[in-house]
């Protein structure tokens, strides 16, 4: 049975009134206050985006966060703000930037902090085989967990009809749950199945079932007791994954770019309010219920499988979306003097499976094309650019791009290796940007990336935490900068 | 740029083009004394196995010598892997040549932590470090045949003759002299990965430790013993990281996936 999703307003009248980002007219300051919509099995809830650790401005002149959700940047050529140990940069446009997001699942998880011994008595599976894996889903709480029988002492044996054993949901960083709550867990058996080529395998989910009245308590030992049952496979769908074409992308990815060894492809399902904001892509995608996925694919071979597949999840709460997901990790080997620093530029796809054209899973973006600094290209390494460079770009070559964000990397070489941390996204709309100049420092050495995002409606300048589906996005990976 | 991933050797009048398994191209010339000139190679491990220690460091018994993963870090168990590799070598680089850059390049196959989605954002920074072994050890069988998937595989099989272990360099024979093999203490490179992490991901290591390895090996091949690789999470639950070995690759029909080093000389 569906449900229709019902906002439900958790928040005070003040607050109810303000949910909009707002410019105030004080001259220098940019004000807003962001919330964060919490997409649950009940409803969305709204609430406060707390905002009390981050900050607004640069060092010198530091705006202000609350709990309540409400920022003040300092005006300027950026707005800057740190909200984990990384800055972001928006441009300074003509209203505030609106810093809401959409969640998956009920916004108060806590987490054990004691030992919490979880018990299976998982019974009725298929005849499990090699491969196979198990998957709990928990939507009100936005928990995916793939492969709980991993963390068992022995693996399920094949053509076992149940589960047993033990694990520490605490290890697994899982959190508190609380069937009086409405949290409604499922525990799933996704089935191997070998590939039409026989080259490689898929995985789709054949049974599932409710794990009635499961409730976690910190500290206390739960036993998580289900029995699995069928799940009707009603739809089917041939995909037709072109990875030759995205091979031949790869190039485009950065100097020294290799098509990927084996990118990520899956189905995937999601409340229907995610597929019109989230801000998933930022994990790729990756933390959602999978209905199938397959083994690793050729990153530079086609193949067409047909897969069948049903949805359970949204028979007891809001409406589901189910779309094709692809991941398709490009290594870039940044060369330097002292070696190598690795770097993996993303080509990433989220695609509605009802908006597939005849199952064909192609490259929907290409990277950007002619990236400069200082007005020289991008491809080889570049120093003496200078602290605040402008970096310019060409849209990419196949779709249309809505926004782009460039992240800046600091490398730092020692006998062990290059490593690269990334300390800094800045998000435009243009096609070009002047790098703050309190980013690069001089005698630094840095790669900066430049990703293209493509999505109605997405504008990550405005709105850097939402995205709908469709989306892709495309990375460029530069070669060496120095100041 | 990375220079092509071309190998050119010039020993003689005669010249040949072989491709080698990684699309190598050898050119050979039959005239005179060796000439060894710049080139490069992406050279295939030849070796690799992954080894179970129990949460108090005692071997647990299981081994994984064709298993299609090698894992680094702990289960939620805490039980611990870690992986051994070595690479081809002597068949790709030439004798005489001096090494200028080393890159070991692993595919991601599974990851550890999927509490909150399977980015695992549990532990959202994890640390690899790379290991000089100073034992020989064997791959053995276990494991065998090869699976396609790695789910399942992690815990290991149970052990056979020839494998190497927590305890084994070669079951049922010679030991390590430290349980969990003998590698010097100094790591020779390091890698941190941070989230999200993505299954098809390379993970890659390149340091001037490895090119003197490398180097070393290359003189010395008598002395050659891989790698060991180690997760500094080992002790924390849940933690590992598992890429795609030789078999693995082979059972996928995907040469992609095996485990590869990418040595450039002159």
């Given at each position: 049975m569906r449900t229709s999703i019902l906002r439900i307003s958790a928040l005070s009248f003040i607050f109810a009134c303000n949910a909009k980002p707002i410019t105030e007219g004080e001259p220098g300051t940019v004000r807003g206050v962001a919330v964060q919509h919490n997409v649950t099995e009940h409803g969305i809830v709204d609430q406060p985006r707390?905002?009390?650790?981050a900050t607004f401005g640069p060092d010198g002149r530091p705006g202000a966060g609350g709990a309540d959700g409400s920022f003040a940047f300092p005006a300027g050529d950026w707005l800057e703000m740190k909200l984990g140990g990384e800055r972001t940069f928006l441009p300074a446009g003509a209203s505030a930037p609106d810093l809401s997001y959409y969640r998956f699942g009920r916004g108060d998880l806590t987490f054990p902090t004691a030992a919490t011994s979880v018990a299976f008595d998982i019974s009725s599976l298929g005849n499990w085989q090699a491969g196979d894996s198990l998957q709990i889903v928990v939507p009100n709480a936005g928990v995916t967990m793939e492969g709980?029988?991993?963390?068992?002492?022995a693996p399920p044996t094949a053509g076992a009809t149940a589960i047993g054993g033990q694990f520490d949901w605490t290890s697994n960083q899982a959190p508190i749950l609380d069937a009086a709550r409405g949290d409604t867990t499922w525990v799933a058996q996704m089935a191997v199945n070998a590939t039409d080529d026989g080259r490689t395998y898929y995985r789709a989910l054949t049974r599932a079932g409710v794990a009635r009245g499961f409730t976690v308590v910190d500290g206390q030992a739960a036993t998580l007791s289900v029995a699995l049952a069928p799940v009707a496979q009603p739809r089917a769908l041939t995909l037709r994954w072109k990875g030759s074409e995205f091979a031949a992308l790869?190039?485009?990815?950065?100097?020294?770019a290799r098509p990927a060894a084996a990118p990520a492809l899956a189905i995937r399902a999601l409340p229907e309010a995610l597929a019109q904001h989230s801000s998933l892509f930022s994990r790729l995608y990756g933390a959602l219920p999978t209905l199938v996925e397959l083994g690793?694919?050729?990153?530079s071979e086609d193949i067409d499988q047909t897969v069948a597949f049903g949805d359970p999840f949204g028979s007891t709460g809001a409406a589901w979306t189910e779309f094709v997901t692809v991941v398709y990790p490009v290594p870039v080997a940044v060369q330097t003097a002292q070696g190598n620093a690795s770097l993996t530029a993303m080509m990433v796809a989220a695609v509605p499976v009802s908006a597939l054209v005849d199952g064909v899973i192609a490259p929907p973006l290409s990277p950007v094309r002619q990236p400069r600094i200082a007005g020289a290209p991008l491809d080889s390494a570049r120093a003496g650019?200078?602290?605040?460079p402008t970096l310019t770009w060409q849209p990419p070559e196949i779709g249309t791009s809505t926004s782009y964000r460039v992240a800046v990397y600091a490398l730092d070489a020692s006998s062990l290796g290059v490593h690269a941390t990334r300390i800094a996204t800045l998000d435009t709309t243009a096609t070009s940007l002047q790098i703050s100049a309190s980013v690069l420092s001089p005698g630094g050495s840095y790669v900066v990336a430049i990703t293209a995002v493509a999505g109605d409606g997405v504008d990550l300048a405005a709105r850097p935490f939402s995205a709908s589906l469709p989306y892709a996005s495309a990375d460029f990976v530069s070669a060496v900068i120095t100041p | 740029m990375i220079p092509a991933l071309t190998d050119t050797l010039v020993k003689g009048l005669t010249m040949t083009s072989t491709t080698l398994k990684t699309g190598t191209t050898l050119l050979t010339l039959a005239l005179g004394p060796a000439i060894a000139f710049a080139g490069s190679a992406n050279i295939p491990a030849v070796h690799d196995a992954m080894i179970f220690g129990t949460s108090g460091g005692a071997d647990t018994g299981n081994a994984s010598g064709k298993g299609p993963a090698m894992f680094a870090g702990a289960d939620g168990g805490l039980s611990m892997k870690r992986s051994l590799v070595t690479f081809d070598l002597g068949s790709f680089i030439p004798a005489g040549v001096t090494i200028d850059l080393v890159r070991m390049d692993l595919v991601l196959g599974i990851i550890a932590g999927s509490g909150m989605g399977g980015t695992g954002s549990n532990l959202p920074s994890r640390t690899i470090r790379v290991y000089h072994l100073t034992t020989a050890w064997n791959e053995g069988s276990s494991g065998s045949p090869t699976s396609q998937t790695i789910g399942g595989t992690g815990q290991g099989f149970t052990i056979s003759t020839g494998d190497t272990s927590w305890h084994y360099t070669n079951y049922n024979g010679s030991t390590w002299s430290n349980l969990g093999s003998d590698f010097n203490a100094t790591e020779i490179a390091d890698a941190t990965f941070t989230t999200p992490f993505t299954v098809g991901q390379t993970c890659s290591w390149s340091s001037s430790g490895m090119v003197s390895d490398v180097q070393g090996w290359v003189s010395s091949p008598s002395s050659y013993h891989g790698w060991a690789i180690k997760s500094?999470?080992?002790?924390?639950?849940?933690s590992f990281l598992g890429w795609w070995t030789v078999d693995g690759a082979n059972a996928n029909s995907n040469s992609a996936l095996q485990p590869i080093l990418h040595v450039e000389w002159h």
């Open positions: 707390d905002l009390s650790a709980p029988e991993t963390m068992l002492a790869a190039a485009q990815a950065g100097p020294g690793p694919v050729s990153g650019v200078g602290t605040s | 500094d999470l080992e002790t924390t639950a849940t």
